[in-house]
């Protein structure tokens, strides 16, 4: 899951080397957190979150087989 | 974007070194000559080497490609990628074993992926690119459903005299009920909202007689 979220984020931002993805788990859920470059925190949003919107569309459809439920946030 | 500047006796000699750097063929490419350098007498004086600055060409599409074979591989739904392109529209098909996880609920996750894989594109692109990504026929399966949908409604709305609102939808797929409903002369059509959450709203027509 982390490679797939790096998989989809480094192709649209500036910096891929900066993109990072930190795992927490507990018992019921999983929250991955991304990070990207400052200057590339528009790109990953987009227009009213429109790119955001679309990553997690794509990241909870990949764990929606997983018994815990996936959160995937956003920060610098 | 990758790019080398090499030097060598002759053109040709920097321009092989270049691509032997590059570890890619010459037609992959693009060859600037910054200096053609010069044999010099007897080869000794005044002999001066050729530069060349060589670019790696990133055709857009085969990214776009890459793109989606790893992230279809690794949300555990291995895709085949066959590509049909009319201008500046570029048409992705998808099939595989487990086309539906990449399908979703109402097409959401094809939608996505086609949204990012359209960023991808364009990020290589010179010339705006517009993608369309399919899976099992799934966007004509789609159209019938809406154009049904569609002559549905309009019978409620000509019935009930109200305005019937659709759930939201994207651009493309309001325009398949815009289209549909055109020819129907007892209804207009209009979108209401703002993106992403725009949606049709059909209204049937008052006859004044």
Redesign the interface.
Known sequence: MK??IE??VK??VDFPEDVQVDVMEDDHRVIYQLSVNKTDMGKVIGK?G??A???R??VY??G??QQKKIFLEIGE | MKQVTATGQTVEEAVESALAQLQTTKDRTDVDIIDEGKKGIFGIFGSRPAVVKVTVIIDPIEEAKKFLTQVSEQMGAPAEIEIKREGKQVTFVMSGEKIALLIGKRGQTLNSLQYLTQLVINRYATHYLNVILDAEDYRNRRSETLIQLAHRLAGKAVKSGKDVALEPMPSYERKVIHTALAENKRVKTFSDGAEPHRFIVITPVRRSV
Do not use: D, H
């Open positions: 490679q797939l998989t989809i192709p649209i009213q429109r790119v919107k679309a990553i569309t794509v459809a990949a929606s087989s």
